[in-house]
């Protein structure tokens, strides 16, 4: 059994291409990618929210899963780097494109929920947690990934996901579950109502 996905989205090589050409190393890895579109994929019409744009492999995942009814809010505070991930992506009606801080937009969105929230970025996973989960629908997932040790953590870094991680797995209102697998992960699922 091989774990490599088999089928990348179609814009992927490009994608990764820009990313090269842009210097950016922190794009989603291959198998988290494969876990996000086969999430986005289970939910079909489904409202889908990735903090942390990057430059775009994890939103082009996220879309390649999704039905044509299914809709994607990706926020990330590098123009820069988001710009990348707009000139390939933006042609898709099922994507919107926030510039900005997540931290920031966590806070001043309300009254939304989304049936998977993909946290990418430190807003909504280190800050801003309970934000990002009051976000997530009943029977929605909540995901977040690169929770494996990394030669370039600061010190404190590490102590940042232990906290967070006993954090999550002692919430009564989710049920999680971690992956130590790709970039390490943990899966929670919203139980109950909101």
């Known amino acids: 059994m091989n774990d490599t996905p088999s089928r990348l989205p179609p814009v992927f090589p490009a994608l990764r291409t820009a990313a090269r050409a842009a210097g950016f190393t922190r794009s989603c890895e291959e198998r988290t990618g494969a876990l996000l579109a086969a999430l986005a994929a ?69 009254g939304e929920s989304f049936d998977l929230v993909f946290a990418d970025t430190w807003p909504g996973k280190f800050t801003h947690l309970e934000r990002a989960l009051r976000l997530v629908a009943p029977g929605g997932t909540y995901l977040i990934d690169d929770l494996d040790p990394q030669p370039d953590w600061p010190e404190e870094h590490a102590d940042a996901v232990r906290r967070l991680l006993a954090d999550l797995e002692e919430r009564k209102d989710f049920r999680s579950v971690r992956l130590a697998w790709a970039s390490g992960l943990l899966m929670a699922v919203r139980v109950g109502g909101p």
Do not use: C, K
């Open 42 to 110: 289970a939910r079909p019409g489904g409202r889908v929210l990735e903090l942390g744009t990057g430059v775009g492999e994890g939103t082009a995942w996220l879309l390649d899963g999704m039905d044509g009814a299914a809709r994607l809010v990706t926020v990330e505070r590098d123009e820069t780097v988001q710009a990348v991930a707009r000139e390939h992506l933006a042609s898709d009606p099922r994507v919107s494109f926030v510039a900005g801080d997540a931290g920031a937009w966590l806070e001043d969105v309300d």
